[in-house]
């Protein structure tokens, strides 16, 4: 089952820190399920994200790609690193302009315009576009904002 990661404690007036709980997800019904996980705490300055994900449960040795998933095919890389021999993934992103937050559809109709935040193998993004392959893919389980 799935269990968001903890979040630390932040004082408000000092920081605009967020987080976002990255899983994966089932493509068919985009329910969670189990696998490698994460979060990523981030800032976002009008539409300049930067922050760091940390992660774990992952394969060693392998290279991810943190993007900010646009639309179609397109996405904004944030940063790229790989696993540890413990399956344990760092990767930290300096501020990047993402663009205008995005409304969506699906579970986020209706809510205010956010951004999608995904984790995928770095072999599955090339200039800035995106190798549909989500069952390797970890998801957002709320929207950046």
Same mark, same amino acid.
């Given at each position: 089952?799935?269990?968001?990661?903890?979040?630390?404690?932040?004082?408000?007036?000092?920081?605009n820190?967020?987080?976002?709980?990255?899983a994966?997800?089932n493509?068919?019904?985009?329910?969670?399920?189990?696998?490698?996980?994460?979060?990523y705490?981030?800032?976002?300055?009008?539409t300049?994200?930067?922050?760091?994900?940390?992660g774990?449960g992952?394969?060693?040795?392998?290279?991810?790609?943190?993007?900010?998933?646009?639309?179609?095919?397109?996405v =904004?890389? @944030?940063?790229?690193?790989?696993?540890? &021999?413990? #399956?344990?993934?760092?990767?930290?992103?300096? !501020?990047?302009?993402?663009g205008?937050?995005?409304?969506?559809?699906?579970?986020?109709?209706?809510?205010?315009?956010?951004?999608? =935040?995904w @984790?995928?193998?770095a072999v599955?993004? &090339?200039? #800035?576009?995106l190798?549909?392959?989500?069952? !390797?893919?970890?998801?957002?389980?709320?929207?950046?904002?």
């Open positions: 089952m799935y269990k968001p990661m903890a979040t630390p404690a932040v004082n408000s007036s000092k920081s820190t967020k987080n976002v709980d990255l994966k997800k493509p068919e019904t985009w329910r969670i399920i189990l696998g490698p996980m994460g979060q705490s981030y800032t976002l300055n009008g300049k994200l930067s922050g760091v994900f940390n774990h992952f394969a060693s040795d392998t290279a991810y790609n943190l993007v900010s998933y646009k639309n179609g095919d397109n =904004i890389s @944030l940063g790229t690193g790989s696993t540890n &021999a413990r #399956g344990e993934l760092h990767v930290i992103n300096d !501020a990047i302009d993402v205008a937050a995005q409304e969506w559809t699906g579970d986020y109709k209706g809510q205010p315009a956010g951004y999608k =935040i @984790l995928v193998p599955n993004v &090339a200039n #800035g576009k190798a549909w392959h989500p069952n !390797a893919f970890l998801f957002e389980t709320s929207l950046a904002r």
